[in-house]
């Protein structure tokens, strides 16, 4: 059981958006997308669920072939950033219709949450906030119960409080009923502990896809006197640098060989903000 | 040389280590439940699978137990084991470093002893 993406490509005129995308979204597993801004991610998310159509390549559901097939997108649901529904529509005529597409949406746990986040279900879609509108989006996302949930930039807009709360939920609700989820994000110091597989993509290809830990694993910062960290660097693959005055950082992918540091050098670990970065500055 | 991997060490020692610390200090006690998987990583907002790898390290060490069905637990003599495995680690975690800042800060041995003696008073 699994979305398997077979080298998709797509064009906006002459710009070459997702360039042969190969991934595959295991079964109840937590993915994070990350990339930079038109970096692709959108695209490749809209191609799953057929929202768009891709130039070349394919995108099979459990098998099935995803293109224009109600079976298999219905196994799927995915948080845009856009909304689809009539802007006038109040938001528990939306979870009516919702419940109407997906017959495991939980109307009772979508209430709940709304009440958690203090939601009013009266209010029309097109009254709420860009943070409100977020968390509406959220809630029925984390309702729908297909085994599929894809989220694009779901902690947009929130505050600090809501977003502790959104990945509350959202391990709490993986923890019950395990599902993938596939979180799209450039804020990536917050999801970095919930997910449990990174993929990186950048200008429209994939240029990572590990498990956090094993990403995390490969690279490092070297910190000390510029002169002392250039002859350590040398030789080693250097991702980036940072210098205060006489002070230089590199970012090195590789595995320290600890007696090979010498004295007035100082080794941190590189976390998955600073390895994304590094990896995906232009 | 100093390699500092403390602070931002894998989240799933650190797991482990919270739930040692919380036995050494007699808030779990030997015998009683501990938190579970779910209760953990939403706690902490990780994700499970990271804390259940935790859990497996302290269940492989033979510092918890799994009741099937019920839960996990304090093995019986936990604190003794831990109190072992930390004294083996105590001379590379903190003697050394000690050891290795006052070379750096020209601090003679016997003045790292009287500190050491004051530190006792």
């Given at each position: 059981?699994?979305?398997?993406?077979?080298?998709i490509?797509k064009?906006?005129?002459?710009t070459?958006?997702?360039?042969?995308?190969s991934?595959n979204?295991?079964?109840?597993?937590i993915?994070?997308l990350l990339?930079?801004?038109?970096?692709?991610?959108?695209t490749?998310?809209?191609?799953?669920?057929?929202?768009?159509?891709?130039?070349s390549?394919?995108v099979?559901?459990?098998?099935m072939?995803?293109?224009?097939?109600?079976?298999?997108?219905?196994?799927?649901?995915?948080?845009?950033?856009?909304?689809?529904?009539?802007?006038?529509?109040k938001?528990?005529?939306?979870f009516?219709?919702?419940k109407?597409?997906y017959?495991d949406?939980?109307?009772?746990?979508?209430?709940k949450?709304?009440?958690?986040?203090?939601?009013?279900?009266?209010?029309?879609?097109?009254s709420?906030?860009?943070?409100?509108?977020s968390?509406?989006k959220?809630?029925i996302?984390?309702?729908?119960?297909?085994?599929y949930?894809?989220?694009d930039?779901?902690?947009?807009?929130?505050?600090a409080?809501h977003r502790?709360?959104?990945y509350?939920?959202?391990?709490?609700?993986?923890?019950?009923?395990?599902?993938?989820?596939?979180?799209?994000?450039?804020?990536?110091e917050?999801?970095?502990n919930?997910?449990e597989d990174?993929?990186?993509?950048?200008?429209?290809?994939?240029?990572?896809?590990?498990t956090?830990?094993?990403?995390?694993?490969?690279?490092?910062?070297v910190?000390?006197?510029?002169?002392?960290?250039?002859?350590?660097?040398?030789?080693?693959?250097?991702?980036?640098t940072d210098?205060?005055g006489?002070?230089k950082?590199?970012?090195?992918i590789?595995?320290?060989?600890?007696?090979e540091?010498?004295?007035?050098?100082?080794i941190?670990k590189?976390?998955?903000?600073?390895?994304?970065?590094q990896?995906?500055?232009? | 040389?100093?390699?500092?991997?403390?602070?931002?060490r894998?989240?799933?020692?650190?797991?482990?280590e919270?739930?040692?610390?919380?036995?050494?200090?007699?808030?779990?006690k030997?015998?009683s439940?501990i938190?579970?998987?779910?209760?953990?990583s939403?706690?902490?907002?990780?994700?499970?699978?990271?804390?259940?790898?935790?859990?497996?390290?302290?269940v492989?060490?033979?510092?918890?137990?799994?009741?099937?069905?019920?839960g996990?637990?304090?093995?019986?003599?936990?604190?003794?084991l831990?109190?072992g495995?930390?004294?083996?680690?105590?001379?590379?975690?903190?003697?050394?470093?000690?050891?290795?800042?006052?070379?750096?800060?020209?601090?003679?041995?016997?003045?790292?002893?009287?500190?050491?003696e004051r530190?006792?008073?």
């Open positions: 059981m699994s979305i398997e993406i077979n080298n490509s064009n906006f005129g002459s070459r958006a997702l360039d042969g995308v991934i979204f295991e079964e109840n597993r993915y994070g990339g930079r801004n038109g970096a692709g991610k959108t490749l998310l809209n191609i799953i669920t057929n929202r768009i159509f891709s130039d390549g394919e099979l559901v459990d098998g072939h995803a293109t224009e097939n109600d079976k298999a997108l219905s196994r799927i649901y995915m948080m845009g950033e856009r909304n689809y529904y009539p802007e006038n529509m938001i528990k005529d939306v009516r219709w919702t109407e597409f017959p949406f939980d109307m009772e746990y979508a209430n949450l709304a009440d958690i986040f203090e939601l009013d279900l009266k209010k029309n879609v097109k709420l906030s860009t943070g409100y509108n968390i509406f959220v809630i996302a984390l309702s729908v119960n297909t085994p949930v894809l989220l930039e779901p902690v947009l807009g929130l505050d409080n502790d709360i959104f509350k939920l959202l391990i709490e609700k993986y923890s019950n009923s395990p599902a993938t989820y596939v979180i799209s994000t450039h804020l990536i917050e999801v970095s919930v997910i990174v993929i990186i993509i950048k200008k429209g290809k994939i240029i990572k896809n590990e956090r830990e094993e990403l995390m694993s490969v690279g490092y910062t910190t000390g006197m510029a002169s002392l960290v250039d002859e350590y660097t040398r030789g080693k693959e250097i991702i980036g210098s205060i006489g002070l950082s590199a970012y090195i590789g595995e320290v060989i600890r007696n540091v010498p004295e007035g050098l100082e941190t590189m976390d998955l903000q600073k390895l994304f970065i990896l995906t500055s232009a | 040389m100093l390699i500092n991997f403390n602070d931002e894998p989240i799933f020692i650190q797991i482990a919270g739930i040692e610390d919380a036995i050494l200090s007699g808030a779990f030997e015998e439940q938190p579970s998987i779910t209760e953990l939403v706690n902490y907002r990780i994700n499970p699978a990271t804390a259940l790898k935790g859990i497996n390290l302290l492989d060490e033979g510092i918890i137990y799994k009741k099937r069905g019920v996990m637990f304090v093995t019986q003599g936990a604190v003794k831990l109190k495995k930390r004294k083996e680690q105590f001379f590379d975690n903190y003697v050394k470093n000690l050891i290795e800042e006052a070379i750096r800060l020209d601090i003679s041995k016997e003045e790292v002893i009287k500190l050491l530190g006792y008073e």
